[in-house]
């Protein structure tokens, strides 16, 4: 198999809850036909995200098979994952960060609030150059329901939808211009999704940099509940690495 065949070669779920291995929950649950595969490992189209999806205990070969898709150099994005990297994998950023998940939000659409879309992808990637509310690509949009409110044409906030574990869906994407913080603006867009992810049956969650105090008050002020700590990881892949057996 090639860097190029975005055929999954595997649909085994994580065996944990759907929320201690996010994006492998997606992955082979509701945002399987975004997967991109080698052996067990899984990945998002490097467009839309950059969260990389490994199994509950990799073994030596699925870090084989993770080095041969990232390429020698290459640079890994772990999301909320547990299980660290090789020893000869260099670490170059790694910061705690914090799970927490709607337990009694008061979600409710919004009126100012408007669907983006594609056409709105320039808008959006100004406003994440600006707010830099975590990883936001072209292709983002896609991952699910983002909502926005423009003020004069321009956008100034947001809040959308990325990783959905079966039953779940992450909010993320979570930003307002500078210009307009203090307002709520961000507090609304964010009962606004939940409101369309309950809709849906499905239950809100979402990541903080766990240094974020002010996100993490201001999304436990609505409803919003610790679930768990965890980690964000991003290495380097040896720029000599073993082959993948079967390469």
């Known amino acids: 198999m090639t860097q190029n065949d975005i055929r ?4 085994t779920p994580s065996r944990l809850h759907p929320l201690d291995n996010p994006a492998r929950s997606s992955l082979t649950g509701p945002h399987a036909h975004f997967a991109e595969s080698r052996g067990r490992i899984l ?3 490097v467009d839309v995200s950059p969260w990389i999806a490994l199994p509950d205990d990799p073994d030596a070969q699925d870090w084989a098979d993770l080095a041969a898709l990232a390429g020698p150099g290459g640079s890994v994005d772990l999301a909320a994952f547990q299980a660290p990297p090789p020893r000869d994998w260099e670490i170059v950023f790694r910061g705690g960060g914090v799970q927490l998940v709607d337990e009694s939000s008061n979600a409710a659409p919004d ?8 056409r709105d992808v320039p808008d959006i990637l100004d406003l994440v150059a600006c707010a830099r509310p975590g990883p936001f ?3 983002t949009v896609e991952l699910g329901t983002y909502l926005g409110i ?21 909010i993320s994407g979570v930003c307002t211009d500078e210009s307009v913080r203090g307002q709520g603006l961000a507090s609304r867009l964010v009962l606004a999704v939940a409101h369309g992810i309950r809709e849906r049956g499905e239950t809100p969650f979402l990541h903080a940099s766990a240094s974020n105090t002010g996100a993490i008050r201001l999304y436990e002020s609505l409803g919003f509940r610790l679930r768990r700590r965890t980690e964000f990881i991003s290495a380097l892949v040896p720029a000599t690495f ?3 057996h079967g390469t």
Request: glycine letters at 12%; charged letters at 20%.
């Open 8 to 11: 999954p070669q595997t649909d």
């Open 43 to 45: 990945r998002y189209p």
């Open 111 to 118: 009126p100012e609030a408007v669907l983006l879309g594609p």
């Open 137 to 139: 690509l072209p292709r």
């Open 150 to 170: 423009r003020r004069g044409g321009a956008l100034v906030a947001m809040a959308g939808e990325r990783l959905h574990p079966p039953g779940w869906t992450e």
């Open 242 to 244: 073993p082959a993948a």
